[in-house]
């Protein structure tokens, strides 16, 4: 222990007017005493729970902490300023130092300092992340993060991933199984809105032995307000933008026996052409279009909203034939931008909302895709 002291006997002893140190000005050593754990030199230290500083006889007054990049580790100081610990877990494989000052009732100080290695992690983990760095998504659009390893230690990682928004808003995760962590507000965003998403997993355990890699913060932007409402019944969708219809158009859903699923569904990709084989959904050899164009997932089970060119101009609005998808009148190769599919594959992004109504299926799972905005507001984030 570095201890700072005055000039002057030592602590406890009298002068000869016979006065006690508590008298007048302190002199001698400090009285406190500053404790850190680990031990100096220690390693394979755990990166939760592992780092305490603390204070006896006095209070810590300085801790400063820094990994061997010289970054300062953010700390807080509770039970009257006598003991110090990290806000979060340390990185993994890092080495950090210590250095801790305390006062005495008296004034004066004691310092201690350290040095120790975080573990080196057996295995670790990722999260992946929708929407892009920099992208501008529709208002629908929720934080989804899915994990390459099963998550045990769910809000231990859910402490490490903060999404923030201006203006603000209040924010909930909720879990889909041990891989999946969904955020959104209760309901759409504002447009205009700024969203962070600030991921700090470098030495949080997620199960055991597994540990955060990730040190990452991306943002993105909410624009304009598109929701567009299909009705199985009447066989339209009626397209709002900000509020306002711009456009309705004529479709086709899902035929008796293959309905659509009713419910909010947001666009999670977009394709100019792509190609839909039944096999791959679970019919079969019915169907194999190798150039379905403008299509658009709602679900990951393998609902679109997209062009089609196969089906007579007639059926859209006066019949529903698909297998689940909702279509809209165009042309193959999709080269004509005048027809319904191509103008709503142009008007739309990632985010947008498609609410399906009217239709003779149950409402589609909140897992199912992008769509937890099926879930109550009560039941996000419920359990967690």
Not at 1 to 22: H, R, Y
Not at 360 to 383: C, F, V
């Given at each position: 222990?570095?201890?700072?002291?005055?000039?002057?006997?030592?602590?406890?002893?009298?002068?000869?007017?016979?006065?006690?140190?508590?008298d007048k000005p302190a002199t001698g050593a400090s009285t406190a005493v500053v404790k850190i754990a680990p031990k100096d030199g220690a390693s394979n230290v755990p990166t939760t729970g592992g780092l305490r500083v603390t204070a006896d006889k006095g209070r810590l007054t300085t801790?400063?902490?820094?990994?061997?990049?010289?970054r300062e580790v953010a700390g807080r100081l509770t039970r009257g300023k006598t003991l110090w610990e990290p806000e979060r877990p340390l990185a993994t494989a890092t080495r950090y130092t210590v250095n801790a000052v305390a006062r005495d009732e008296h004034g004066r100080e004691a310092a201690r300092n350290a040095t120790f290695t975080t573990l080196v992690a057996k295995d670790t983990f990722v999260g992946y992340f929708t929407p892009e760095d920099g992208s501008t998504v529709g208002v629908g659009m929720p934080v989804s993060i899915n994990f390459n390893r099963a998550v045990a230690n769910r809000a231990e990682v859910a402490r490490g991933i903060e999404v923030t928004a201006k203006p603000a808003v209040e924010i909930k995760g909720h879990w889909f199984g041990d891989r999946r962590l969904d955020l959104r507000p209760e309901k759409y965003w504002k447009p205009g809105t700024k969203v962070t998403l600030d991921l700090r997993l470098?030495?949080?355990?997620?199960?055991?032995?597994?540990?955060?890699?990730?040190?990452?913060?991306v943002s993105f932007t909410i624009g304009r307000a598109q929701v567009s409402v299909v009705d199985a019944a009447k066989k339209t969708m009626t397209v709002r933008r900000d509020g306002k219809v711009?456009?309705?158009?004529?479709?086709?859903?899902?035929?008796?026996?293959?309905?659509?699923?009713?419910?909010?569904?947001?666009?999670?990709?977009?394709?100019?052409?792509?190609?839909?084989?039944g096999a791959t959904v679970g019919f079969g050899g019915e169907y194999d279009i190798k150039d379905v164009p403008h299509a658009m997932r709602l679900s990951t089970s393998g609902t679109f909203i997209h062009g089609n060119y196969w089906a007579a101009k007639s059926t859209f609005g006066a019949a529903n034939v698909s297998h689940g998808c909702v279509g809209l009148h165009d042309v193959r190769g999709g080269g004509d931008p005048g027809v319904p599919g191509a103008w709503f594959y142009g008007k739309?992004?990632?985010?947008?909302?498609?609410?399906?109504?009217?239709?003779?299926?149950?409402?589609?799972?909140?897992?199912?895709?992008?769509?937890?905005?099926?879930?109550?507001?009560?039941?996000?984030?419920?359990?967690?």
């Open positions: 222990m570095l201890a700072v002291t005055g000039c002057g006997g030592g602590a406890g002893a009298e002068d000869k007017g016979g006065e006690k140190p508590s801790v400063t902490v820094k990994d061997d990049e010289d470098n030495g949080v355990e997620g199960a055991d032995g597994v540990y955060g890699t990730q040190e990452k913060k711009i456009k309705t158009i004529p479709i086709t859903t899902g035929a008796p026996g293959t309905e659509t699923y009713n419910g909010k569904m947001v666009i999670s990709e977009k394709y100019k052409v792509t190609r839909m084989n739309s992004m990632i985010g947008d909302v498609v609410e399906v109504r009217n239709s003779k299926d149950r409402t589609i799972q909140p897992d199912n895709g992008l769509n937890g905005w099926n879930m109550p507001w009560s039941e996000w984030g419920a359990g967690q």
